[in-house]
């Protein structure tokens, strides 16, 4: 079955229909696609997980998360990365098994890193100078163990309640071909410690005698949006010299190598993105290749997708208001003229919807691109080319610009294509706009999994002076 249908001119997801959706729950609204979710994770199965023995996957939760994904993503038996006290709280709350939740963060509190250790999640990706030593007392505070001192070689011991498996998030220095605020991976970063440090190498061997967390493996990610896998294959091999030198150094084969997510998806018609396996078996080849040439036992490999599993699994629908064009002359804000080029001779349309910005902040903050569709007019042609805007204050609260589209008037409903990923998650309450809800359509039928917020819901922390 098609995700997307056109029938009398109405848009259907997942054999719902859209604009009666927005009747009746009201716009804007996040609308997830439960088909296009299942499918994602099939394809990461056939392609990676269940193809490879070693292979392992966690969605990275800050795509798209609430308590009913956490439920989806446990069904499907894959791990979850959450990156801070709150995404972990979440994961709790829906009783997301610990022992497969993978605790990220560049900055991570004592009290985000109590309540890890205190729910006893599997895994701790240290990414920060002074992690391991906060780790290390949280957990001995917790659970009675001497604060290790980092220097003394301290025999393994099984006598541990809980020992917190630890990551090291290296900084592989390579350039990713993708938007700059989304590219982790370059020397620049405020990620992770760099591939070659001697502070690294320290770290490593201490998590190695540690008796309170067993030293796991290594981690990156490089970046996000990703069509090619260039910079991915380049840093996997700077962290195969890790685990290389690793074994020179402490004689211990290192259990698992994380690399992240960042794989594309399709936002626009112009976008190409590739099956998880166009990326994932050169990276196997890679890894075992390697391996065998160094003598090293084959470390299982960590894919964190967050992105691929739901952003095209997702859309907003808005309801159309105001509509106006510009003139073409129209004054710049400095009070100049604008120049007399092509853009300035041509009036613009602009489409103003009920939301913005602060449903999906994306393309105010690195110009992403999205196509849309009038959702109660979806069969007609696409003859008009105007700017869709938000109603947020800030001019730079344009959700498309240059978007194709029908005939477009006031209270017609506007789909937003591939929403998933980082609209709702990044969602904020400018100007006192609620957040949307969020609905997940099956099989023809559709329900909330986040109810709306209400102006209430808002002002609950409020307090009187
Ligand atoms: C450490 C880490 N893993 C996974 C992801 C997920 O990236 P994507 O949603 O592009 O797959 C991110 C994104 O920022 C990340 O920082």
Redesign the pocket.
């Known amino acids: 079955m098609n995700v997307f249908e056109t029938v009398n001119g109405r848009l259907f997801m997942d054999g719902v229909d859209l604009a009666e959706l927005a009747a009746e729950f009201g716009t804007p609204l996040y609308v997830m696609s439960r088909s296009v979710i299942d499918d994602r994770i099939a394809e990461l199965k056939r392609d990676f997980t269940e193809r490879y023995p070693n292979a392992r996957a966690?969605y990275?939760s800050?795509?798209f998360l609430c308590t009913a994904l956490c439920h989806i993503v446990d069904e499907a038996g894959l791990s979850l990365?959450v990156?801070s006290g709150g995404e972990l709280f979440t994961s709790i709350r829906a009783k997301f098994p610990a022992e497969r939740i993978e605790f990220?963060g560049n900055n991570k509190t004592r009290a985000e890193l109590e309540l890890a250790v205190g729910y006893g999640v599997g895994r701790i990706?240290v990414d920060a100078p002074g992690e391991l030593d906060l780790i290390e007392d949280v957990v001995g505070s917790k659970y009675g163990h001497e604060q290790k001192s980092g220097d003394s070689l301290c025999a393994p011991s099984n006598d541990v309640a809980y020992r917190p498996r630890v990551l090291f998030?290296v900084n592989p220095d390579v350039e990713s071909d993708t938007h700059d605020h989304?590219s982790?991976g370059h020397g620049n970063s405020k990620?992770g410690f760099s591939y070659d440090s001697a502070e690294l190498f320290d770290l490593i061997g201490r998590a190695i005698r540690s008796n309170i967390v067993d030293f796991e493996g290594i981690?990156?990610?490089v970046?996000?949006?990703?069509f090619t896998n260039d910079s991915r294959l380049a840093a996997l091999r700077r962290a195969l010299g890790i685990l290389k030198e690793v074994k020179i150094r402490y004689g211990y084969d290192t259990p698992e190598l994380?690399i992240?997510?960042?794989?594309?998806?399709r936002y626009t018609s112009d976008d190409d993105p590739r099956p998880f396996g166009f990326y994932l078996e050169p990276v196997m080849r890679e890894v075992e290749e390697y391996c065998a040439a160094e003598g090293l036992k084959p470390p299982a490999v960590v894919?964190?997708?967050?992105?691929?599993?739901?952003?095209e699994a997702g859309v907003t629908l808005y309801t159309v208001g105001a509509i106006r064009e510009t003139r073409a002359d129209e004054r710049k804000g400095n009070g100049s003229l604008r120049a007399p080029d092509a853009s300035a001779q041509s009036a613009r349309k602009f489409v103003a919807v009920d939301g913005g910005m602060t449903d999906n902040i994306r393309p105010a903050l690195y110009g992403a691109k999205y196509e849309a569709v009038v959702a109660n007019r979806a069969d007609k042609p696409a003859t008009e080319v105007v700017t869709v805007v938000g109603k947020c204050c800030e001019s730079g609260d344009r959700l498309i610009e240059g978007a194709r589209l029908q005939t477009v008037a006031p209270g017609d409903i506007l789909a937003v294509y591939s929403t998933g990923?980082?609209g709702y998650s990044m969602a904020s309450n400018y100007n006192k706009l609620p957040l949307p809800a969020v609905a997940l359509v099956e099989n023809g039928k559709a329900r909330l999994i986040v109810r709306r917020q209400s102006y209430e819901d808002m002002l609950s922390r409020d307090l009187p002076l």
């Open positions: 966690a990275a800050k795509a990365d990156v990220h990706i998030r989304i982790t990620f981690h990156f990610h970046g996000s949006q990703l994380n992240g997510g960042g794989f594309a998806i894919v964190e997708p967050g992105r691929s599993i739901v952003g990923a980082y």
